[in-house]
């Protein structure tokens, strides 16, 4: 299978081999742990091997990201850039910030200059939905002109429409339409993200292919690094965290190394782990009958209802209904099971083999 160098070798070696191509992936992390270090890795990779490379700036304005990057000597004057960073105005005015506004414009990064200054630029509201419109506009006009795709996205990040523009359940409902419609943009993506609440399974870590976690704590007086991969559908992948660190030349990740946390004791196997257990399950069924679902929709079969009883189900493994999730979960794999059966018929094939059994519990109920 073809991969995608994520930029790491390091990573590339615990990915096997690296990204599986087309797809979106989330990088996690505390705030200093080097997620967007890590997404500029992956954008001055593909922009070396002469690719098409699109980034949406949503933490930082252009000239900052550019300036920040300067260090490593990365060549990104051919980069496409979205500038969707929040209007200032939505932040108490100090008399030294200048009014950047919002742009929501397309640009190559050898045009951004030493400050952006827009203050007669309507300010606009960032949204998920402005953001995916302007994506999808530069996305398909640069297909028209050239007939070649991005073959690479970054998205920096989530986590601050996460925080400043979206409240309430809704928010979950448009990060799902986000991570599918980047789905469906057959380029590889990655979206920068942070877990706000630890407690919760948040809808882009759920619905991305993959997950790579940047690690970052204090060990007395020295802050360690290290990255793992938390899940990557679709291939096989080292899951033990592996030491990271950050210099001149990037993040750099050590896949032989090991990582100790000195002065830490051995969590005790209580209702949160317990809990985690529960929700690893419900999630193993819930991506076993997700992977199905792609060869349902290459036979063109009407899997509809499926998907509408995987959305519950995701629903209630968010609000931590165990018992709900996993009764929609295994609904939807019988939904599922029974429209392939039907599809046979109708076309006079054998029957499909029945989806694996879910894994057997490995802790009580929390």
């Known amino acids: 299978m073809d991969r995608v160098s994520t930029g790491v070798a390091g990573v590339d070696a615990m990915l096997h081999g690296g990204l599986i ?41 252009p000239n900052e990201v550019k300036a920040n990057v300067a260090a490593f000597g990365w060549n990104l004057d051919r980069l496409k850039i979205l500038d969707a960073t929040p209007d200032i105005k939505a932040h108490k005015r100090q008399r030294s910030v200048i009014d950047v506004g919002t742009t929501l414009e397309v640009r190559d990064m050898e045009d951004v200059g030493d400050i952006r200054q827009s203050s007669q ?11 995916q419109k302007m994506l999808k506009q530069e996305y398909f006009q640069r297909l028209e002109r050239t007939k070649e795709r991005y073959t690479r996205i970054v998205v ?14 809704d928010s979950r409902i448009m990060i799902q339409s986000f991570l599918r419609f980047l789905s469906e943009l057959e380029s590889t993506c990655i979206v920068v993200s942070e877990r706000l609440h630890p407690g919760v399974l ?15 704590w204090l060990d007395g007086n020295v802050i360690r690094r290290a990255a793992s991969v938390e899940k990557f559908r679709g291939s096989s992948f080292d899951d033990r965290i592996r030491p990271m660190k950050i210099s001149d030349a990037g993040v750099t990740v050590d896949p032989e190394g090991s990582v100790t946390f000195l002065g830490r004791r051995t969590a005790q196997v209580g209702e949160q782990f317990l809990e985690q257990r529960v929700v690893e399950e419900v999630s193993a069924v819930i991506d076993r009958v997700y992977r199905s679902l792609e060869e349902a929709h290459k036979l063109r079969v009407n899997v509809a209802d499926v998907e509408n009883v995987l959305s519950r189900a995701m629903l209630h493994l968010h609000r931590r209904n165990y018992q709900k999730a996993l009764k929609a979960a295994l609904h939807a794999q019988n939904l599922y099971a029974q429209r392939m059966e039907e599809h046979k018929k109708g076309h006079g094939l054998p029957p499909p083999p029945p989806l694996p059994p879910p894994p057997p519990p490995t802790g009580g109920k929390p």
């Not at 890795?41 to 930082?60: N, S």
């Not at 630029?121 to 939905?129: M, T």
């Open 202 to 216: 948040e809808t882009e870590f759920f619905l991305a292919r993959g997950e790579i976690r940047l690690h970052k």
């Open 156 to 169: 920096d990040s989530l986590t601050a429409l996460k925080m400043f523009s979206m409240q309430g359940e």
């Open 21 to 61: 191509p087309r797809r979106p992936y989330v990088v996690s992390g505390p705030t200093g742990s080097g997620k967007t270090i890590f997404a500029m890795h992956f954008i001055a990779t593909g922009l070396a091997r002469g690719e098409p490379c699109l980034m949406v700036v949503l933490d930082e304005p």
């Open 121 to 131: 630029i309507r300010a606009l509201e960032v949204s998920v939905h402005g953001v």
